[in-house]
């Protein structure tokens, strides 16, 4: 892959190609080349980490409008960390494209996780400045969001504190109950209900009473949420 | 001073003047009035926190084009922590504003520098979801950022270390040297000079040595900016 056909498959367009490659210019590539003056791209990553920060803020706030601040910055910090934008780059095929010095790729510097998060985050302080925040987020909403949505992050998110706080807000109390238990002793499964009140609201299944649990608060919020709107 | 007269001296119109109140709206005073369902600030400091922090690295990444990121981000860590926000916060005049519980006012919540630093970044939220970013960016270019361009956080900036990093990327040597000593023994002065190689770049004056290099620094900092432009 080369800047051109990573530029046309996630459909941006850098005005400024200069910038979209110091963002994958790692400072050993940089001081390999001191003379031409080429920038690396620790500054670009300063920035783009702010930018990541206000994009997910901004997707959480509005995706989650029950869930309380305490939930929201644990998963804001389960997102914007080294492991998951470490993951974001790979799967955007970031590696590929990173310019770093001999001595670093000697030792296995391309895959460095911390070096490829860094990437990350440089590319968007990079599209931030050559285009603005809304491009920024278009780029996050179709390739980095999703991966959120289908829950890689759900074990960050614990639904019973989000619902617990949520109901007694409105002085009611929640409650669940393990209403099933289905497959072999090797193969169990639990179906917990939850309840606010005495009402009825959510059922959800797992392989330990707490996951259960954690699934019916889930569906719980999420009407409660459709409710709300 | 109320809400009217509050937007009017810092020139905004929120169109939702409910979220305007939200954001000065404490937990402990949504606690009191749990039937009127009045929401708290927490979710709105949640968001504002990461727009004061892109609002903040946008400026200092322009405003610093020589500074390293490693200096960037000391110095928005001092900007956007509990005691600068604190002071902005109490130079707005939002302390007169803040909805409390009876318990919290009684023990001098309203005055409480992590109470009113949370406010400060729920303004921000708010200010964000009911305008843009570009709105946001104005109030803080014209009552907040002015602050930061007094000097108020020079103390925070290691220009020594700045310039050094810099001139080492040019493979040269910076020094200094004490060229003056001035006033009386009570009240001594001194003056230091910058080089670049052997090229004299700037000099300094302060009450240590340590401080006269400083000043020295940032002036040659200054020199090299303008040169670079």
Same sequence: chains 1, 2.
Avoid: W
Avoid at 98 to 123: H, M, N, Q, W
Avoid at 192 to 204: F, K, L, M, N, V
């Amino acid at each position: 892959m080369d800047f051109q056909s990573f530029q046309e498959k996630y459909n941006v367009k850098f005005k400024n190609e200069q910038l979209l490659k110091q963002a994958f210019t790692h400072t050993s590539y940089a001081n390999e080349h001191r003379k031409s003056q080429i920038k690396d791209n620790e500054r670009l990553e300063f920035l783009g980490d702010a930018v990541l920060e206000l994009a997910v803020s901004q997707y959480l706030y509005r995706g989650y409008p029950l869930m309380s601040e305490g939930e929201l910055t644990k998963l804001r910090a389960n997102i914007v960390c080294e492991p998951s934008l470490h993951k974001f780059s790979v799967q955007l095929g970031m590696d590929k494209l990173v310019y770093i010095g001999k001595g670093e790729e000697a030792t296995g510097g391309r895959s460095r996780p911390a070096l490829l998060a860094d990437v990350f985050e440089a590319f968007i302080g990079a599209l931030y400045l050559d285009q603005n925040f809304d491009a920024t987020l278009n780029f996050l909403k179709s390739n980095v969001f999703p991966t959120i949505e289908v829950g890689a992050f759900s074990h960050a998110m614990d639904y019973k504190s989000s619902l617990q706080e949520f109901v007694q807000k409105q002085g009611q109390q929640v409650s669940y109950q393990i209403v099933n238990e289905i497959g072999p002793d090797h193969d169990r499964q639990f179906v917990a209900a939850c309840y606010i009140e005495d009402r009825h609201c959510g059922e959800g299944k797992g392989r330990s009473k707490k996951e259960a649990e954690q699934r019916a608060a889930e569906r719980c919020l999420t009407a409660l949420k459709q409710t709300e709107q």
